[in-house]
C-alpha cells in the first residue's frame, strides 16, 4: 500500500515555528501536485499548501499565506512545510497527500488528491 509519511509535528508556543517533512515513495511518479492539509478537531480537512513539482509553482490557503512555505527537495523526495508564526488556530492534524492523476478540482481540495499520509499532530498554545 503506497503511504507517504509525515514528521516534524510537536507542541509549540504561539509565536514559534515548525518545519514537517513529508517522505514521498520514489516509485510515485507522475506527480500532479503534492500538497499540505490540517484537519482541527471536530472540522473539515482542509488545504494549506499545495506544489506542482514539474514547475514548483506553489498554492497557499489565505489563513497561512506570508506565514507557511511550502517546498520541496527532489534528491530527498521530501516536501516540507515551513511553519513561521504560529497561531492556536494552526492546531490540527497535519497531513501530507500526492495527486497522480488528474481531477478537475482546486490543489487545495483534498478530492485533488490519491495517496495520503497518515498525518502528524500539531499543538500551538498561546
Known amino acids: 500500500q503506497v503511504q507517504l509519511v509525515e514528521s516534524g509535528g510537536g507542541s509549540v508556543q504561539a509565536g514559534e515555528s515548525l518545519r514537517l517533512s513529508c517522505a514521498v515513495p520514489?516509485?510515485?511518479?507522475?506527480?500532479?501536485?503534492v500538497g499540505w492539509f490540517r484537519q482541527p478537531p471536530g472540522k473539515e480537512r482542509e488545504g494549506v499548501a499545495s506544489i506542482r513539482p514539474s514547475t514548483g509553482v506553489t498554492l497557499y490557503a489565505g489563513s497561512v499565506r506570508g506565514r507557511f512555505t511550502i517546498s520541496e527537495d527532489n534528491a530527498k523526495k521530501t516536501v516540507s512545510l515551513q511553519m513561521t508564526s504560529l497561531k492556536p488556530d494552526d492546531t490540527a492534524m497535519y497531513y501530507c497527500?500526492?495527486?497522480?492523476?488528474?481531477?478537475?478540482?482546486?490543489?487545495?481540495?483534498?478530492?485533488?488528491?490519491?495517496?495520503w499520509g497518515q498525518g502528524t499532530q500539531v499543538t500551538v498554545s498561546s
Open positions: 497527500a500526492a495527486a497522480t492523476v488528474y481531477r478537475d478540482r482546486s490543489s487545495l481540495d483534498p478530492i485533488r488528491y490519491n495517496y
Open positions: 520514489a516509485y510515485l511518479s507522475n506527480l500532479w501536485y
